[in-house]
């Protein structure tokens, strides 16, 4: 299928009220839909769909009548022996479609237009949508499918999850599945350290913070000069150079200054009284930290919060 084609389905049971061949049908019907859907193909007894569908002992005439709601909207659904079938194609149905393509988790983080449209085929939960009649159980391998998808793109950097445009959709849709919070937004953090930015961004936690970590100053300016910046809040330690009184950490503070006046900037250091004081007054910046031995970094995490508060704007 072409990746940014969107397939014609014949069941949609992922957009909210359940369509099949383009027409809505009611709860009852819908709900039966829904079972003989996952899988179609499958023999389902008529006993069975009848108690899924009523409390009581279901009349064999009310089955059928469902049954035969199913089939004026010009879809085959096969009789034999007392079980009813779906004879229609997997693909067919949103549902199974999204099962299918997602098999492959590799084969989408190379594909992020297929992604994008297997995202935007969900406009509501059918867990939730169905809850009255069918039980959660017969979702489990929508659910698996899911869930392997929202690991995916959780694990996944900003860079890619930007080229989503249905990403926002589908975190709505889902949201009360475990994880999905991981798919929100994430702000982009500039580390510069040369010793503690991975400690730095252990202790902050990468659900809500995509880190570059700089670990010097030559590097720091490598990447400014190849333009390859991007970033909602810095923070940088003082020292760059492990065992000297070197502070070029300051140069790049000033540095950020000049080029992204706009962007709040953190600063960690060992040495903050005396001298140090005049100079960290005229770096502007949004808050200062003390380096405690071992790195301790208490409140940190509330302070860089209170930095990128806001919507993430790309």
């Known amino acids: 299928m072409a990746a940014h084609v969107t397939p014609d389905f014949t069941v949609r049971l992922l957009a909210g009220?359940?369509?099949v061949n383009g027409t809505r049908v009611t709860r009852r019907t819908a709900a039966a839909t829904a079972y003989l859907?996952?899988?179609?193909?499958?023999?389902?007894?008529?006993?069975?769909?009848?108690?899924?569908?009523?409390?009581?002992?279901?009349?064999?005439?009310?089955?059928?009548?469902?049954?035969?709601?199913?089939?004026?909207?010009?879809?085959?659904?096969?009789?034999?022996g007392g079980f009813y079938t779906l004879d229609l194609a997997p693909e067919r149905v949103d549902s199974e479609c999204f099962i299918q393509q997602t098999e492959d988790l590799s084969a989408l983080m190379e594909d992020p237009e297929r992604l994008d449209m297997l995202l935007g085929l969900w406009r509501?939960?059918?867990?939730?949508?169905?809850?009255?009649?069918?039980?959660?159980?017969?979702?489990?391998?929508?659910?698996?499918?899911?869930?392997?998808?929202?690991?995916?793109?959780?694990?996944?950097?900003?860079?890619?999850?930007?080229?989503?445009?249905?990403?926002?959709?589908?975190?709505?849709?889902?949201?009360?599945?475990?994880?999905?919070?991981?798919?929100?937004?994430?702000?982009?953090?500039?580390?510069?350290?040369?010793?503690?930015?991975?400690?730095?961004?252990s202790y902050l936690g990468s659900d809500d913070y995509e880190f570059q970590k700089v670990r010097s100053g030559r590097r720091f300016y490598e990447l400014a000069d190849a333009g390859d910046l991007r970033f909602d809040g810095a923070i940088v330690d003082r020292c760059l150079a492990e065992g000297t009184g070197d502070q070029t950490g300051y140069d790049v503070l000033k540095y950020l200054r000049a080029q992204y006046p706009v962007i709040p900037r953190i600063l960690i250091s060992a040495q903050l009284g005396g001298p140090q004081c005049e100079l960290i007054?005229?770096?502007?910046?949004?808050?200062?930290f003390g380096k405690l031995v071992g790195c301790g970094l208490s409140g940190l995490d509330a302070a860089v919060k209170r930095m990128v508060q806001g919507p993430v704007k790309r």
């Open 124 to 201: 509501s939960d059918p867990v939730l949508v169905h809850a009255d009649y069918l039980a959660a159980d017969l979702w489990q391998r929508l659910d698996d499918a899911r869930d392997r998808v929202i690991a995916m793109i959780a694990d996944a950097d900003s860079d890619f999850r930007d080229r989503l445009r249905n990403l926002g959709e589908f975190r709505q849709a889902c949201h009360g599945r475990p994880k999905v919070g991981r798919l929100k937004p994430r702000k982009r953090l500039l580390i510069v350290d040369d010793l503690d930015a991975d400690t730095i961004a």
């Open 37 to 80: 859907a996952g899988p179609p193909g499958r023999q389902r007894h008529a006993t069975m769909l009848g108690r899924v569908l009523w409390d009581n002992e279901p009349n064999p005439n009310s089955v059928q009548k469902v049954v035969g709601d199913i089939r004026k909207r010009g879809v085959t659904v096969l009789e034999s």
């Open 17 to 19: 009220p359940v369509v």
């Open 281 to 288: 007054r005229e770096l502007d910046l949004f808050e200062v």
